[in-house]
T-cell receptor
């Protein structure tokens, strides 16, 4: 597609349930990032994929969070046993070659844990 | 580790006025980005600043970079209501892309 696509756009889940968030990056972009934005806050780095290299997982807040990127394209962010503090907008971005190339963001997934 | 700070966090300004948003970063950053975010929307890339002294302009917005001072500025000239949004700066080094806290700009008549 023309831009970064995320699904679903909105997700309401019960506390304790698992959720999966999907990101389709721009075709040809080797780098993919996940960020979290809580209400009225800045962007918190979660994880970074670059080509076939091992992902940088240093921003994942707990072991309930995991992400994978299959075939160097689509990525899935999984949150297990969701908690209310996980409620936020999860943003995905991709760039052509990595941190030093411009990142383009998707529309985000608004996650609400009730 | 790279840290990015913006100020002010909130800016309310009258149409037609000028103002500057400041972005300081703590260590060497390979480049500096400015993004705009409208309420409920994602981030839109505004500027990419690559080197010391770089200046870029788009309409009423002008961004500059001083790598020696580790400072980038986003200058708003003759503000209009359409500029109301949250503006983020972000720096990168070989580690990761780090965002500032954002500046929420509100332009009123």
């Amino acid at each position: 597609g023309a831009g970064v696509s995320q699904s679903p756009s909105n997700k309401v889940t019960e506390k304790g349930k698992d959720v999966e968030l999907r990101c389709d990056p721009i075709s040809g972009h080797t780098a993919l990032y996940w960020y979290r934005q809580s209400l009225g806050q800045g962007l918190e780095f979660l994880i970074y994929f670059q080509g076939n290299s091992a992902p940088d997982k240093s921003g994942l807040p707990s072991d309930r969070f995991s992400a994978e990127r299959t075939g160097g394209s689509v990525s899935t962010l999984t949150i297990q046993r969701t908690q209310q503090e996980d409620s936020a907008v999860y943003l995905c971005a991709s760039s052509l070659q990595g941190w030093n190339t411009e990142a383009f963001f998707g529309q985000g997934t608004r996650l609400t844990v009730v | 580790e790279l840290k990015v700070e913006q100020n002010p966090l909130f800016l309310s300004m009258q149409e037609g006025k000028n103002y500057t948003i400041y972005c300081n970063y703590s260590t060497t950053s390979d480049r500096l980005y400015w993004y705009r975010q409208d309420p409920g929307k994602s981030l839109e890339s505004l500027f990419v600043l690559l080197s010391n002294g770089a200046v870029k302009q788009e309409g009423r917005l002008m961004a500059s970079l001083d790598t020696k001072a580790r400072l980038s500025t986003l200058h708003i000239t003759a503000a209009v209501h359409d500029l109301s949004a949250t503006y983020f700066c972000a720096g990168s080094n070989t580690d990761k892309l780090i965002f500032g806290t954002g500046t929420r700009l509100q332009v009123f008549p």
